[in-house]
């Protein structure tokens, strides 16, 4: 069956640091891949998908990035975090090609201060 | 590109009352529309979806509706219980596309007053 992994859940991070969030999953291959933040209180908001290595959309212009270094791999990364990047951050997989539902990681609350 | 409206933002119902949940979308190419449930602190998890080629789908409780022609779908529980407060989602894509990618609502923070 598959699995999806991000880590950690749970990160405080001074502003101006430097910011990596990993997801994999399991058991399944060429999957699209889905980066959403959710603020408090607030929908969820699509930051990147990808459906292929080292092809990253971007949804909003913001103060981070996206990487797929291997194909069950999705990175998010920031250079120098802000207040405003504080959130919910969710990773997510879906079956290419297929209309079926997205599974969620468990999420990593950020708090930036 | 694709975008999602939902309405209301909070609802609150009495216990045993329907509930109804509505969203919108603007592109006629999406035809697949999961609904996701988000409890305090956890991830959101599918409880129906449905799809273009189908106008109503119903699972015990929950039921969902697609107008394709006015491109809204809508979300329907009844017999409301406490265990169904939380947040709910509507999104919208097209699963068949090579650029496919779901979009969500904003959600609608759902109370069951006992």
Known sequence: SQTIHQWPATLVQPVGSPLSLECTVEGTSNPNLYWYRQAAGRG??????????????????????????????????????LLSDSGFYLCAWSVRYQNTEAFFGQGTRLTVV | GE????????????????????????????????????????????????????????????????????????LHITETQPEDSAVYFCAASNGYSSASKIIFGSGTRLSIRP
């Open chain 1, 44 to 81: 969820l908001q699509l930051l990147f998908y990808s459906v292929g290595i080292g092809q990253i959309s971007s949804e909003v212009p913001q103060n981070l990035s996206a990487s797929r270094p291997q194909d069950r791999q999705f990175i998010l990364s920031s250079k120098k975090l």
């Open chain 2, 3 to 74: 975008n999602v409206e939902q309405h209301p933002s909070t609802l609150s119902v009495q216990e045993g009352d329907s509930a109804v949940i509505k969203c919108t979308y603007s592109d006629s190419a999406s035809n697949y529309f999961p609904w996701y449930k988000q409890e305090l602190g956890k991830r959101p998890q599918l409880i129906i979806d449905i799809r273009s080629n189908v106008g109503e789908k119903k699972d015990q409780r929950i039921a969902v509706t697609l107008n394709k022609t006015a491109k809204h779908f809508s």
